[in-house]
């Protein structure tokens, strides 16, 4: 869970994510699906489809990236910041 905490931290801050976005986009990045994610988050669906929304607004401006590829650039970034952990 370290490492995280250590990944949308910065995101929430580059990209001015919610604290709940940040944690949802986490969870995208390590591959969850929408139902795992409102589970996870005590959430529903639909809500978790909000955050989504939000997160892909948010972040498109500060990213090359548009909707159909996010779910695949967060999880770059977060092998990438593994990578560096484990190094």
Not at 24 to 35: E, K, P, R, S, T
Not at 56 to 77: A, E, I, P, Q, V
Request: aromatic share 10%; glycine share 4%.
């Amino acid at each position: 869970m370290s490492s995280l905490v250590t990944f949308f931290r910065p995101l929430k801050k580059q990209a001015s994510l919610s604290t709940k976005e940040a944690e949802v986009a986490g969870l995208i990045a390590q591959g969850w699906d929408n139902a795992e994610i409102a589970r996870r988050l005590f959430i529903s669906d639909k809500t978790v489809g909000h955050h989504i929304n939000s997160i892909y607004y948010k972040m498109r401006d500060k990213f090359d990236c548009d909707n159909r590829n996010m779910r695949s650039y967060l999880g770059t970034l977060y092998r990438e910041l593994l990578k560096k952990e484990a190094e």
